[in-house]
């Protein structure tokens, strides 16, 4: 089955903290990993992507990190800043077909 | 560019009566998603299109639901007849597929609440 667990349900970080959210997918197939952030009435806009061929991508304060052998991947965010509290959604997809499966998500909620 | 555009933002309507949903995707993409947003069960992909032919609607709920894409510009999710439980947020999006794997475009959703 097609499926990508996402963790923790929910986050809680004081500005200037690490916040690490961490996914793990069941389909070896999968050959594409993007992390979407979500503001409360908007839809999920791409926020970093990677794929397995690398073990860590960096954007600014961002980063994803991939272990293809234990089928997981992260994303941290370096020095959280209240303009950072939202839903963030992993995901995966296969092929070039754009199917995207998400996981669950997690709300993130930076305090000043 | 404009971006995604979906309407209506919210409908709210009985049971039993037909809800549609529009999309209008953004110009040049070739590949058009609509998703289900709950709290239960998250994002999930309902059907999506490739050069406005329907590729994968296994997500389609059942077939009170159908979707369609008359030209590249525009698309309609349709629900006859609508239920409570069909109450969700319902996005659009599109991406330029067959170069990579182009990033998805979200529209701001449709809030639909079925009473």
């Known amino acids: 089955q097609q499926q990508v667990k996402q963790s923790p349900q929910s986050l809680i970080v004081q500005k200037g903290g690490i916040s690490i959210i961490n996914c793990a997918y069941e389909n070896t197939a999968f050959d594409y990993f993007p992390w979407y952030q979500q503001f409360p009435g908007k839809g999920p806009a791409l926020l970093i992507a990677?794929?397995?061929?690398?073990s860590e991508k960096k954007e600014g304060r961002f980063t994803i990190s991939f272990n293809k052998s234990a089928k997981q991947f992260s994303l941290h965010i370096m020095d959280s800043q209240p303009g950072d509290s939202a839903t963030y959604f992993c995901?995966?997809?296969?092929?070039?077909?754009?199917?995207?499966?998400f996981g669950q998500g997690t709300t993130l909620q930076v305090k000043p | 560019d404009a971006g995604v555009i979906q309407s209506p933002r919210h409908e709210v309507t009985e049971m039993g009566q037909e809800v549609t949903l529009r999309c209008k995707p953004i110009s040049g993409h070739n590949s058009l998603f609509w998703y289900r947003q709950t709290m239960m069960r998250g994002l999930e992909l309902l059907i999506y299109f490739n050069n406005n032919v329907p590729i994968d609607d296994s997500g389609m709920p059942e077939d009170r639901f159908s979707a369609k894409m008359p030209n590249a510009s525009f698309s309609t999710l349709k629900i006859q007849p609508s239920e409570p439980r069909d109450s969700a947020v319902y996005f659009c999006a599109s991406s330029l597929m067959g170069t990579g794997n182009s990033p998805l475009h979200f529209g701001n959703g449709t809030r639909l609440t079925v009473t």
């Open positions: 990677i794929r397995p061929d690398v």
């Open positions: 995901a995966a997809s296969s092929g070039n077909t754009g199917k995207l499966i």
